[in-house]
């Protein structure tokens, strides 16, 4: 019987599974995929998650990326360095997630990849894992099983206030790169942006929308998108995946489970950034579990109630933004994003400088119609 069994070994179960390793909680990550495994995403990370680790990520980032540059339609540029103490980190997921697993299993957690689960059943007091690979036991349970996973349906949050986006991505490989940008281009989708994250051997070009509207060409746009940047993106493959966006409070336990990263829709509904909240999450599920498993009854409620204070609280103002900045996203390149401050703000909340409540006043008020 394991303390804790971790569904999904992406950012968040990674992240919960070394810190319960490091505590001596005996855990196993199960993951459908053998790692390393492809996960659709832009590759952005932000500095701020080093704060919550004690080993260095140099190993697995590919390019420190120091400047952000903005476009409406491929045209009205607006190039900013960061003035942050360390730039955006652009990874590879493969790696990067494979690494962040490679560090729990350093403290002790166990790993069965290529191992999905079908199904739990709670046993009076444990939960019983059933997988493709037989049954295991487990007292606790996280469900880091990601946008598309089965357990938060399995765990009984059917009624979930959740927005799903979509977005596609195609990994684009070259010689060498040599780029520090992030391009972001905001004109060519309706209710999203296309963006270009440069990676040593290449770079991540994708397109999402966040607040729903018509069906767009994706494809369509990605490859006039990249051929702005001479890639041919027609002969890259081409990866849909939906995001789960944070919308309002919500429950992220129940009995002797826990909801974490994506699969408790962390992600922010302006700039679609998972993999800090997904870490966080997995960071407090972790706490949260090492303290129930000591015999603290109220250490899940505890972690709802952190989750929707210290990363909901934020995430309501960007939701208030980004429904401004995405219905009227003309109004709101000129007036949010074109001057020199709009990217570098951008910068500061991606690199966690800022909070959203720190700038929501001003940002609200530039972007309200007549304001
Ligand atoms: C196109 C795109 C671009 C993005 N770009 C960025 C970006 O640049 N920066 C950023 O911060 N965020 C980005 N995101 C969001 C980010 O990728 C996710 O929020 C993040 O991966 C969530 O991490 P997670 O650990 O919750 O889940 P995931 O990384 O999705 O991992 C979940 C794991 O669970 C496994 N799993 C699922 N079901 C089962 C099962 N039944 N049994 C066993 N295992 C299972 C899956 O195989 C997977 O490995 C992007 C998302 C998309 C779609």
Redesign the pocket.
């Given at each position: 019987m394991y303390d804790c069994i971790i569904?999904?070994?992406?950012?968040?179960?990674?992240?919960a599974a070394y810190h319960l390793a490091k505590q001596g909680r005996s855990v196993l990550i199960?993951?459908?995929?053998s790692l390393p495994?492809y996960?659709?995403?832009?590759?952005?990370?932000?500095p701020a998650i080093a704060q919550w680790f004690d080993f260095d990520f140099s190993p697995v980032i590919s390019v420190k990326a120091n400047t952000i540059r903005c476009t409406w339609n491929m045209g009205d540029p607006v190039e900013v360095q960061l003035e942050t103490p360390e730039p955006v980190w652009m990874v590879r997921?493969d790696v990067f997630?494979h690494f962040l697993v490679q560090q729990a299993q350093k403290q002790g957690a166990e790993l069965k990849d290529n191992?999905?689960?079908?199904g739990i059943e709670f046993k009076s007091d444990h939960w019983q894992v059933n997988?493709s690979n037989g049954s295991i036991t487990g007292r606790y349970l996280i469900a880091?099983?990601?946008?598309?996973?089965?357990?938060a349906k399995w765990l009984g949050f059917k009624e979930r206030k959740r927005r799903l986006a979509?977005?596609?991505?195609a990994e684009a490989t070259t010689q060498v790169t040599n780029s520090n940008i992030i391009d972001f281009e905001f004109g060519l989708v309706k209710n999203g942006y296309v963006?270009n994250?440069p990676k040593a051997d290449g770079y991540?070009i994708?397109v999402?929308t966040f607040i729903g509207g018509e069906p767009q060409d994706f494809k369509k746009i990605l490859d006039e998108y990249g051929k702005s940047f001479n890639i041919n993106l027609s002969t890259c493959k081409q990866?849909?995946?939906?995001?789960?966006l944070w919308n309002g409070e919500q429950t992220l336990h129940t009995q002797n489970a826990v909801l974490?990263?994506?699969?408790?829709c962390?992600?922010?509904p302006m700039?679609?950034?998972?993999?800090?909240?997904?870490?966080y999450?997995?960071l407090k599920a972790s706490e949260a579990i090492g303290k129930a498993l000591s015999g603290d009854v109220n250490a899940l409620d505890n972690y709802t109630n952190v989750m929707n204070e210290e990363w909901g609280s934020d995430m309501a103002w960007a939701a208030k933004i980004a429904g401004l900045f995405y219905r009227f996203p003309k109004v709101g390149y000129k007036v949010g994003i074109k001057r020199p401050s709009g990217p570098q703000l951008m910068g500061k909340i991606l690199c966690g400088e800022l909070r959203y409540g720190d700038v929501a006043g001003r940002a609200i008020k530039r972007l309200t119609p007549f304001g």
């Open positions: 569904v999904g070994a992406g950012p968040a179960g990674g992240t199960l993951e459908k995929e495994r996960k659709p995403c832009g590759g952005g990370v932000s997921r997630d191992t999905e689960v079908l997988t880091a099983d990601g946008a598309k996973g089965p357990m979509g977005a596609l991505e963006w994250f991540s994708g999402g990866y849909g995946h939906a995001l789960c974490a990263g994506e699969a408790a962390v992600v922010d700039t679609a950034e998972g993999i800090r909240p997904s870490i999450s997995g």
